[in-house]
C-alpha cells in the first residue's frame, strides 16, 4: 500500500534531507512545510519520552523559527539501508525532503546512495534533482553505467530552466531521463534536439489517455523519455500560476496554465513521449482527480521501462 500522497510512486526513501532554495520552483517549497511538521512530531514525541526515530532529523535542517531550511544536509545511516527491508517491488521517490546533489552532499554519500539503489533492483526509484549540472559532473567521476531501475528527473519551472539543465540530464546515465515541470510557472516549448528525433506520432503505437498507457520504448539514450507537469499546491491549496510577465498570476491565469499544460501534452505526443499530468487549476482550486481535468489534459502515462515496476 502506498504511503505517500505522490501518485506516480508508492514509497518515500530519505537517506538525504535539507536544502537551500535556488530556482523559481522553491518559493513555497513544500518540503519545508513538511520537514517543520516532522520536526514538531520529533519534539512532542521527546515530551512524551518516545523515541523520535529518524524525525529528528529535521530539526538539524530548519532555521531557528523553522520557518526555512538552515543550510545544513543531513544524511543518516538508518535511512539509508531502509530498502533493504522493503521485501516486494516499490515506486520510491528518493530525496524528496531535499536534493540529493545539493552543494554539501558529500559525494561519497551519493554514492552511497545509487549504491543501496542497485543492490535493491527489485525496487524502481525515482530521483529529482534541481541541481542537475552537479549530477551531470558527479556522474562524470563516480559512475557512468546507468542502472536500470533508476529514472532520474530534472526539475524546472521556467523556459531559461528548461533551456539550461536538460543538456546536463542527457549527459547522465539513467534508464529513464524525465523532465518534472512542477510547478509549471510560464509557457514551456521543449526544444526537439531533446527528443528522439526518429519519433513519429502513430496510432499504431497506441497513444492512449489514462494511467499506464502503452507505448513501444524509444531509444532512451541522450533524449527526454518523460514529461510530468503539474500546478504549484500550498498546504493542499492553489499555489502560484505564473512567473511569467505578461501573465499576471491570479484568476486571469487559470485558462493561460491550462493552455501552457495542453501544448506540452501536444509537444510530447507528437515526440510519442509519455506525459503524466498531475493536476492543474479548475475553477480557482487545486484539482488532483483526472476524471475532472479537461479531456486534452487527462493524460498520466509512465514511460514503458516503469510498467510492472
Ligand atoms: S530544491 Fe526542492 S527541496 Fe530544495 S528548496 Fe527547492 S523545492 Fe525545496
Redesign the pocket.
Known amino acids: 500500500m502506498a504511503d505517500t500522497k505522490i501518485p506516480y510512486a508508492d514509497k518515500t526513501w530519505t537517506p538525504v534531507v535539507g536544502?537551500?532554495?535556488?530556482?523559481h520552483?522553491?518559493k513555497n517549497?513544500?518540503?519545508?512545510t513538511s520537514a517543520r511538521r516532522l520536526a514538531g512530531m520529533a519534539d512532542a514525541d521527546d515530551a512524551k519520552g518516545r523515541n523520535s526515530d529518524l524525525k529528528a532529523r529535521y530539526r538539524d535542517v530548519l532555521n531557528a523559527d523553522r520557518t526555512d531550511?538552515n543550510g545544513r544536509v543531513v544524511s543518516s545511516c538508518e535511512a539509508l539501508h531502509q530498502p533493504f527491508r522493503w521485501r516486494k517491488p516499490r515506486r520510491v521517490a528518493v530525496c524528496?525532503?531535499?536534493?540529493l546533489w545539493?552543494r554539501d552532499a558529500d559525494n561519497e554519500i551519493i554514492g552511497e546512495v545509487f549504491d543501496v539503489m542497485k543492490r535493491t533492483s527489485q525496487h524502481t526509484y525515482l530521483v529529482f534533482t534541481?541541481r542537475i549540472k552537479r549530477a551531470a559532473h558527479w556522474f562524470d567521476v563516480w559512475m557512468q553505467e546507468a542502472l536500470p531501475n533508476v529514472h532520474l528527473y530534472f526539475?524546472a519551472s521556467i523556459q531559461s530552466e528548461v533551456n539550461a539543465g536538460v543538456p546536463w540530464l542527457l549527459k547522465c546515465p539513467a534508464a529513464v531521463r524525465g523532465v518534472s515541470l512542477e510547478p509549471l510557472l510560464g509557457p514551456i516549448t521543449i526544444p526537439e534536439k531533446f527528443f528522439y528525433p526518429g519519433a513519429r506520432l502513430s496510432e499504431r503505437c497506441g497513444l492512449r489517455s489514462g494511467r499506464g498507457m502503452d507505448l513501444d520504448p524509444l531509444p532512451s539514450d541522450g533524449y527526454l523519455n518523460h514529461v510530468i507537469i503539474g500546478c504549484e499546491s500550498i498546504g493542499g491549496r492553489l499555489g502560484r500560476l505564473s512567473v511569467d510577465e505578461l501573465i499576471p498570476d491570479g484568476p486571469a491565469a487559470w485558462p493561460y496554465w491550462r493552455g501552457w499544460c495542453g501544448d506540452i501534452v501536444d509537444q510530447c505526443r507528437e515526440a510519442r513521449v509519455p506525459v503524466y499530468v498531475k493536476q492543474i487549476p479548475l475553477v480557482g482550486k487545486l484539482c488532483k482527480i483526472p476524471a475532472l481535468f479537461p479531456e486534452v489534459l487527462r493524460r498520466q502515462e509512465l514511460p514503458t521501462q516503469a510498467k510492472g515496476t
Open positions: 536544502c537551500t532554495r535556488c530556482a520552483g522553491c517549497c513544500w518540503a519545508v531550511w524528496f525532503m531535499g536534493d545539493h534541481k526539475s
